[in-house]
């Protein structure tokens, strides 16, 4: 089965990640997607809690009916620290050698690839698949999407949140009652 490893901090999950998996599934003929929320972030930045970042990767991942999948195995992993991309990857294609995984990331993320824990070790180890996000260029090396990305981001979502102006068209309508019901990301 052909498996795309989409991870990231899901801060809140958005309609910008609702349309990355649809493109895997429907133009990269991905079978699955995996959302994998990290767990603690790797260079300290504060997030909302697990539990509710995974619920609402959850809530995205219900219209895709079980295409679209939670992984919560940065939570396994890392215990009560840090989990680094290379031991995840390292652990799912021991778990799951019948899988063909591809791990991919916003073009966003090429300019901090350099911090990542034996990056050089890990883009041997398994394939990348780089989705275009406005303004960030292409670099050489790299296997890009072929669409661009809405420019939408957890942080300018958050942002809203907390000067009290709508996100309505930014999150899918379920994460939105979650943040809402919940209290998130309140100043």
Not at 69 to 87: C, F, H, K, P, Y
Not at 91 to 114: R, V
Request: proline letters at 6%.
């Amino acid at each position: 089965m052909k498996i795309a490893l989409l991870g990231g901090s899901f801060d809140p999950p958005h309609n910008a990640h609702r349309e990355a998996c649809a493109y895997l599934l429907e133009q990269e003929d991905f079978d699955r997607v995996w959302l994998m929320p990290a767990y603690k972030h790797a260079f300290g930045k504060q997030m909302a809690s697990f539990y509710h970042r995974a619920a609402m990767c959850a809530l995205l991942s219900t219209p895709f009916r079980g295409r679209v999948l939670l992984s919560e195995v940065e939570r396994n992993l890392a215990g009560a620290g840090v989990n680094r991309t290379i031991d995840t990857v390292r652990y799912l294609k021991a778990h799951h050698p019948q899988e063909d995984f591809t791990f991919i990331i916003g073009s966003d993320n090429l300019d901090q690839l350099s911090e990542w824990k034996d990056i050089d070790r890990l883009k041997q180890e398994i394939e990348f698949l780089v989705l275009r996000r406005p303004g960030f260029e292409d670099q050489p090396g790299w296997t890009f999407s072929k669409i661009t990305l809405p420019d939408i981001s957890s942080t300018q979502i958050r942002e809203n949140i907390s000067k009290n102006q709508p996100i309505t068209d930014l999150v899918p309508g379920p994460v939105h009652e979650y943040i809402q019901e919940h209290s998130l990301y309140r100043a």
